[in-house]
């Protein structure tokens, strides 16, 4: 439903994605996707190992919006980011 005149949810836009809400988690990402998982989010993305060095999740609310959650799993150094993707990287933050 609609909390306020200024904000939607997905439902009431034909389903498309109206925020990004993006979760850095400490430990354990894969306990935390069985748990959401086991109270009814719809999981859109399984956990996956990123090139970055993130291992992520996606998880799909009942109000339809898409939560990333995030877990650093190892520090990956500019020059091997660039090699596995191919691309020139500015403003690496590692």
Do not use: M
Not at 27 to 38: S, T, W
Not at 57 to 67: C, I, L, N
């Amino acid at each position: 439903g609609e909390g306020a005149a200024n904000f939607a949810s997905p439902a009431s836009v034909g389903g498309k994605n109206t925020q990004s809400v993006y979760i850095r988690l400490r430990e354990d990402l894969g306990a935390h996707c069985e748990k959401a998982r086991a109270a009814g989010a719809e999981i859109v993305e399984e956990p996956i190992d990123r090139l970055y060095g993130e291992r992520q999740y996606r998880a799909r609310d009942p109000e339809g919006h898409v939560w990333t959650f995030t877990q650093t799993v190892r520090i990956v150094p500019k020059e091997e980011a660039e090699r596995l993707s191919g691309l020139s990287i500015e403003g690496w933050h590692r």
